[in-house]
T-cell receptor, first 115, second 116 residues
Framework: NAGVMQNPRHLVRRRGQEARLRCSPMKGHSHVYWYRQLPEEGLKFMVYLQKENIIDESGMPKERFSAEFPKEGPSILRIQQVVRGDSAAYFC?????????????FGPGTRLLVL | AQSVTQPDIHITVSEGASLELRCNYSYGATPYLFWYVQSPGQGLQLLLKYFSGDTLVQGIKGFEAEFKRSQSSFNLRKPSVHWSDAAEYFCAVGASLSGNTGKLIFGQGTTLQVKP
């Protein structure tokens, strides 16, 4: 069973460009979470999605950031008009469906560098 | 509001020595607690978790942690550290949402260095 996959692993963008980060959850998992890790800091929750639904976006910046998890295909975290402060590692995690205590499994992350 | 505190930013221990990494949480209900390890440039690997039941939980790589409700703590321990244990360790609490663990709230992390 393949783990959580994220691509690209590294992404370089110039200020003002768009960044698209992709996350494919583990097989059978329908819950996806995005976290951001700034340099020298812990992970901060951004958004929690299920297929075609945003469940909790309390950690998402109000502007420029959006996330989706379509019926088919990977989850996408999109950052529009990137700024240098967006440089960070972005991690995706997934967990199985259902209202049970479940562990989140993390992907390797996408390291975004904004020049 | 929920929070997790890891009081020690850096810890250095000698190889073969015992290890304890501290974690304190603030959460109104019964917490779901986790320890993850992150090697440089890598993602997070789950070491162990506590949902309910026995308050002493065993994890991978010889790690264990004890949930102490009275102290709001979930400290990670290992009796004998190996050089390969050098990494960053994160404690996290699951902010329960209708039974699902929901979002995880992480501590700032503790960087472990192992001296030969």
């Amino acid at each position: 069973n393949a783990g959580v996959m994220q691509n690209p692993r590294h992404l370089v963008r110039r200020r003002g460009q768009e960044a698209r980060l992709r996350c494919s959850p583990m097989k059978g998992h329908s819950h996806v979470y995005w976290y951001r890790q700034l340099p020298e800091e812990g992970l901060k929750f951004m958004v929690y999605l299920q297929k075609e639904n945003i469940i909790d976006e309390s950690g998402m910046p109000k502007e420029r950031f959006s996330a989706e998890f379509p019926k088919e295909g990977p989850s996408i975290l999109r950052i529009q008009q990137v700024v240098r402060g967006d440089s960070a590692a972005y991690f995706c995690a997934s967990s199985p469906p259902g209202l049970r205590q479940e562990t989140q499994y993390f992907g390797p992350g996408t390291r975004l560098l904004v020049l | 509001a929920q929070s997790v505190t890891q009081p020690d930013i850096h810890i250095t221990v000698s190889e073969g020595a015992s290890l304890e990494l501290r974690c304190n949480y603030s959460y109104g209900a019964t917490p779901y607690l986790f320890w993850y390890v992150q090697s440089p440039g890598q993602g997070l690997q789950l070491l162990l978790k506590y949902f309910s039941g026995d308050t002493l939980v065993q994890g991978i790589k010889g790690f264990e942690a004890e949930f102490k409700r009275s102290q709001s703590s979930f400290n990670l321990r290992k009796p004998s550290v190996h050089w390969s244990d050098a990494a960053e360790y994160f404690c996290a609490v699951g902010a329960s949402l209708s039974g699902n663990t929901g979002k995880l709230i992480f501590g700032q992390g503790t960087t472990l260095q192992v001296k030969p």
